[in-house]
């Protein structure tokens, strides 16, 4: 009979450990799934918010030029919306800056407007109409 005590308590004790190593994988595991949790969250708020910003500037703007300044330092982009309505940003570290907006209505027809550098916080935006009718001229100064 001690024979087989011994061999009950063996297998009692065997298997304990082994709920024991089960219980030590379950943690890791889980810790596993906290870190992928708190990793993917995050992730896939950036990659939602970068493909909105993707989609408004297909739905909002029709047209983009982008203009280095001569050494380099400012970048402006002129957008025109979808009734031609020129708006003028400057490029910066997080993104853009409205510096200009059109006076007027938008334009019947697809319009373009030229750049000018006249100094690195100045530029001349022009806008040539074919029967020079309606030409108009802007200077614009960058503000710091």
């Keep these: 009979m001690t024979c087989l005590a011994e061999s009950i308590t063996v297998f009692i004790n065997s298997m ?4 024991e190593n089960e219980d ?4 890791e ?10 990793i993917a969250l995050p992730a896939a708020f950036f990659l939602v918010i970068y493909l909105c ?4 500037d ?3 703007v029709a047209s983009r ?3 280095p300044s001569p ?17 003028v940003y400057q490029k910066t570290w997080y993104g853009k800056r409205e510096i200009w907006t059109y006076p007027s209505g938008g334009f019947m027809e697809t319009v373009s407007f030229s750049v000018e550098w006249l100094s690195e916080d100045k530029f001349r935006t022009t806008y040539d109409d074919k029967d020079d009718e309606f030409d108009e001229e802007y200077i614009i100064t960058i503000p710091k």
Excluded: Q, S
């Design 16 to 19: 304990t450990e082994d709920e």
């Design 24 to 27: 030590d994988e379950c943690e």
């Design 29 to 38: 595991g889980m810790v596993k799934r906290r870190r992928i949790k708190y």
């Design 53 to 56: 910003r993707g989609c408004c």
């Design 58 to 60: 297909a739905l909002f």
């Design 65 to 67: 030029e982008v203009y």
């Design 71 to 87: 050494k380099g330092t400012n970048t402006i982009i002129i957008e025109c919306d979808h009734v031609c309505r020129p708006y």
